[in-house]
């Protein structure tokens, strides 16, 4: 990179190289670290100020409930009224009977996709059943639908409402950062006090998380809506509320379903969670599978929510697709064969028996238990070493070293590097969050959690760099990988942590090792689309010049996905922290240990939520630090630019 | 535009303050309930009891056989909640949780709900008696004979030293939520060794196995009633012995732990209106060997917690017979 900035910017004396800023904080860091290590120090309190406020605000609630009207005019009935929802939800789903159910969803499919998606319907639910799981996923199918409802209900308005207005935008920016930084499990709590244990509070919980990816992608969707659309709708007179009904919501509808599939997904990803405050369903198998340290237990669970999400994803993107097809195809045509389908799925219902066939359910947990002992004496003294290497080598100097340095020293650091990285503006914020993470007394803590953090997203680099390469230059390659990838990302990380456990230990690798898988993802497709993204004209004459494929990778494509990269960096740290709290389940301590036990210790309240809010600002520091890398143009691109 | 909005909420709220008098969630002691959450604060006399369920097989098992007791002796419908123990207690206030079957102690959590809120009370022992304390693998005990006395843990310190301790031994906790001294212990006893908190009690039971199996080195925390010992074979480590009141001050235990007597925990409504129900949770007493049977059956025999308690049930009719009420 350096020598194609060398021949092209002849002034290079100009100003010295960009890593130059980096290695010099770099030394000054190590030098201050080894001269002044200990003093001025954080250490870790259990009763700091913050969390008694917090405790003692829980104590006020718990003791208003039924006085103040907030609660009784408002909180009570959102209760209710959610809870009734859920029900109704429930009593409809099971009234279809397997069947039933089955023969809806895939005239609904059939409706969105063709034959293909109405197969893949068929299939994936019908192995539901045989996974000896039907009921269990009829209960997660119904909380996921009441969430997803709420969420849309109030998200969609609220989008298309930013969408329009960049005040608003800029307001509920910061808040959807919180709603989807702060770990679930720090919110758990206050959830049961406030909404009750069961549906209701499961249903808020989901939603929290699920509304904020479905309020930013309908606001995205208006927003993009050309301006010259929108401007020759209302010189012919439209008012803005015809415009926005005629013009700017058919046009945005694409990205719209997009919406609400990923408000779907998200909430898939929550039912395991949300099963600790007794969410019905899939979790709950899940949960007790923990406890009784049986992976064979809770794996058919876990590939139930795989395969949900599948379903659910390929029909609801295939709806998106479909809506700008239609009109091609008489609506009959698909509507009549869905229609049959469904009704032939509720006539078998009336005749069959609504319970899923118990003769056709295929038990797995032994076999898989059996497999999973085998792994787990025969990898031991590998994974092993592989733990303990890069626990002596890169974790313990790295936590040490964050741990132990001056506070002032360590926020010096950060903000010379993320002024260098983002400018100044960006700078000055992470440094704010870093100072708030002092003064909250969780310093320590932020500390340790920063260092399992920073291991495991250049771990999740490195690995998703080689696949998504490698992807790139072979479609086959990419074409089996996709649904690992896929699994990967819905299948709920304790179901994997069991194993990892046995083979790590209960140490802060186990953790890195469940955040890389899900972290990876993300990271490999972005890298794919980024290097696929390259014009091929470019390639080509690169080839044509007698560069090597090696050389094509190296100098070419890589610099020129260098903004793909830099966002796959960005969302691998966004992943890596929405693990954090898993990963204080399994040995990994700091900020995640500390919101486990604040939902397990009545008197540890405080910290948890304090500890949630603190992973939330160690998520906005860590945005600002990387999020201008890719908006600053680097050398390359300024050069692009001018040709 | 905005104006309209506020009429609109402001109208809406008179509207339910009007009809409804609000909303009040049924905390069990003073229910007045004008809109009540469905299937909670459900009451006994219609003959729906909610039994928590926390997160350990041995409370499932008594969960398992009194749930069992109550559907087919008793007719009674039974709504189980998977919840964590400070979760659940907080269930007791609003009325969606009736039963705790099995409590270790949890002095907060009684101070709080049984003393100050008044909405739960002890239904009495199980007769299950439960025991905290340091355990090694048994292949240590045979290999360091003098390893179970804490006075020689110093020696073998070297051995339990991890990527997670440093330089110090490791100690292996478990869920945040047990109650444990092991930081305090360490302390006061000098020993050369880091509590390292697992964070599960998964953690814990995977820890064992590997140590079992691949002669590795591990203390930990752990108790009985445990299906564990069935399938791992562990030794206890000797602390200075428990006398009463030796860990009144939390920082200063330098003690075993006491033996636990668990406890049933119900709320104060199911104690007054839960009948017959409430009769047999007050009754139910069984001993460790009963409740290791059936969470072995669950935990390794591959049944359902439904299975286990009829087949406990089936086999042993002069114990419950006499739980039944008169």
Not at chain 1, 495 to 514: D, N, Q, S
Not at chain 2, 183 to 198: Q, S, Y
């Amino acid at each position: 990179m350096s020598e194609a900035v060398a021949t092209v910017d002849t002034p290079a004396l100009r100003r010295p190289p960009r890593w130059v800023v980096p290695v010099a904080v770099g030394l000054v860091f190590v030098t201050g670290y080894l001269t002044l290590r200990g003093t001025a120090s954080l250490p870790h309190d259990d009763a700091a100020a913050p969390f008694l406020a917090v405790n003692d605000a829980r104590d006020w609630v718990d003791a208003n409930r039924n006085d103040n009207p907030l609660f009784l005019y408002g909180v009570n009935y959102i209760r209710v009224y959610l809870g009734e929802l859920y029900a109704a939800f429930e009593a409809v789903l099971f009234a279809l009977g397997w069947p039933g159910l089955v023969g809806v969803l895939v005239g609904l499919g059939w409706l969105a996709g063709g034959w293909r998606i109405a197969l893949l319907g068929v299939g994936g639910f019908t192995t539901l059943g045989v996974l000896g799981v039907w009921e269990a996923s009829v209960r997660t199918l119904a909380l996921v639908l009441t969430s997803v409802l709420v969420a849309l209900a109030v998200g969609l308005p609220l989008g298309v409402w930013a969408g329009r207005s960049a005040r608003l935008r800029r307001a509920l920016t910061p808040v959807l950062d919180v709603m989807q930084i702060m770990p679930t499990f720090a919110y758990l709590t206050p959830m049961v006090l406030f909404f009750g244990i069961g549906p209701s509070s499961a249903t808020v919980a989901t939603l929290i998380y699920a509304m904020p990816v479905a309020i930013r992608i309908t606001a995205l969707a208006v927003q993009r809506v050309s301006p010259t659309a929108i401007e020759a709708s209302s010189s012919l007179g439209a008012t803005r509320w015809q415009t926005l009904r005629k013009v700017q919501l058919p046009m945005a509808r694409e990205t719209i379903a997009l919406a609400i599939n990923q408000a779907i997904m998200m909430a898939l990803s929550m039912v395991v969670i949300a099963a600790l405050i007794s969410a019905p369903g899939l979790g709950s198998d899940i949960i007790r599978g923990l406890s009784r340290a049986n992976v064979g237990f809770m794996l058919p669970a876990g590939i139930a929510i795989v395969i949900m999400a599948i379903v659910l994803d390929r029909v609801t993107m295939a709806a998106a697709r479909r809506d700008r097809a239609a009109g091609s195809s008489p609506a009959w045509g698909r509507y009549v064969p869905a229609g049959a389908i469904a009704v032939a799925g509720l006539v078998a219902a009336g005749l069959l028996p609504a319970a899923f066939p118990e003769a056709w359910v295929l038990r797995i947990g032994r076999p898989v238990n059996e497999a999973v002992t085998w792994a787990k004496s025969s990898w031991y003294d590998v994974t092993t070493a592989i733990k303990d290497v890069t626990s002596t080598v890169l974790l313990n100097p790295l936590q040490e070293m964050l741990t132990s340095t001056p506070w002032w020293l360590v926020a010096a650091a950060l903000l010379a590097l993320a002024w260098w990285a983002s400018g100044p503006r960006p700078a000055l914020t992470a440094l704010a969050c870093l100072l708030a993470l002092a003064l909250l007394g969780l310093w320590e803590h932020s500390m340790a959690t920063l260092t399992t953090v920073l291991v495991a997203v250049s771990v999740a680099l490195v690995l998703g760099l080689l696949l998504g390469v490698t992807a790139a230059r072979s479609r086959g390659f990419s074409a089996v990988q996709r649904p690992l990838l896929d699994a990967a990302q819905t299948m709920p990380s304790i179901v994997y942590l069991l194993p990892a456990l046995a083979l790590f230990g209960a140490t802060r690798f186990t953790a890195i090792f469940a955040s890389v898988i899900y972290a990876v993802p993300p990271v490999v497709r972005l890298v794919e689309d980024g290097i696929r993204g390259v014009s091929p004209t470019t390639v080509e004459a690169a080839l044509s010049a007698g560069s090597t494929r090696w050389q094509l990778l190296w100098k070419v494509q890589l610099p020129m996905a260098r903004g793909a990269i830099l966002l796959a960096a960005n969302q691998g740290i966004v992943m890596t922290l929405a693990m954090v709290v898993v990963g204080g389940m399994v040995g990994a301590g700091g900020l995640g240990y500390d919101v486990v036990t604040g939902f397990s210790q009545h008197s540890d309240f405080g910290m948890g939520f304090v500890a949630g809010v603190a992973t939330v600002l160690l998520g906005i520091m860590l945005d600002r630090i990387t999020q201008g890398a890719d908006r600053r143009s680097s050398p390359q691109s300024k050069r692009m630019n001018t040709a | 535009m905005k104006i309209r909005l506020m009429a609109g909420v402001v109208a809406l709220g008179l509207a339910v303050a009007g009809c409804g008098g609000g909303a009040r969630v049924d905390t069990g002691a003073t229910a007045t309930a004008a809109a009540q959450p469905s299937g909670s604060g459900s009451a006994p006399a219609a003959g729906t009891v909610n039994i928590a369920i926390n997160p350990w097989v041995g409370y499932e098992a008594t969960a398992a056989v009194i749930a069992h007791l109550l559907t087919d002796k008793l007719g009674y419908t039974v709504q189980k909640k998977e919840l964590k123990e400070e979760v659940a207690w907080a269930g007791f206030e609003t009325g969606e949780v009736d039963v705790i079957v099995e409590n270790w102690g949890h002095d907060d959590l009684k101070k709080k709900y049984i003393d100050e809120k008044k909405v739960a009370l002890s239904a009495g022992s199980t007769g299950n008696k439960g025991v905290i304390g340091w355990y090694v693998p048994q292949w240590m005990a045979d290999k360091y004979p003098d390893i179970t006395d804490y006075k020689n843990l110093n020696k073998y310190a070297d051995l339990f030293k991890t990527s997670e301790s440093g330089d110090k031994g490791q100690l292996l906790d478990g869920d945040p939520s047990y109650v444990t001294n092991d930081e305090a212990l360490v302390k006061n006893l000098k020993l050369d060794f880091k509590v390292v908190t697992g964070g599960s009690e998964a953690a814990l039971l995977e820890s064992a196995v590997q140590a079992q199996e691949q002669q590795k080195p591990l203390l930990f925390y752990f108790w009985t009633p445990h299906w564990l010992f069935d399938k791992v074979k562990l030794a206890r480590v000797k602390l200075p012995p428990y006398t009463t009141g030796c860990d009144a001050d939390p920082k200063k235990v330098a003690c075993d732990y006491g033996e636990l007597d668990l406890d049933k925990i119900v709320s104060k409504k199911f104690a007054d209106t839960g009948g017959k129900a409430y009769e047999l949770v007050k009754n139910f007493s069984w001993t460790n060997e009963d409740q290791n049977a059936v969470a072995n059956d669950i935990q390794n025999n591959g049944m359902s917690a439904e299975e286990a308690a009829k087949k406990w049930v089936a086999a042993n009719q002069a114990k419950w017979q006499a739980w039944l009420p008169k």
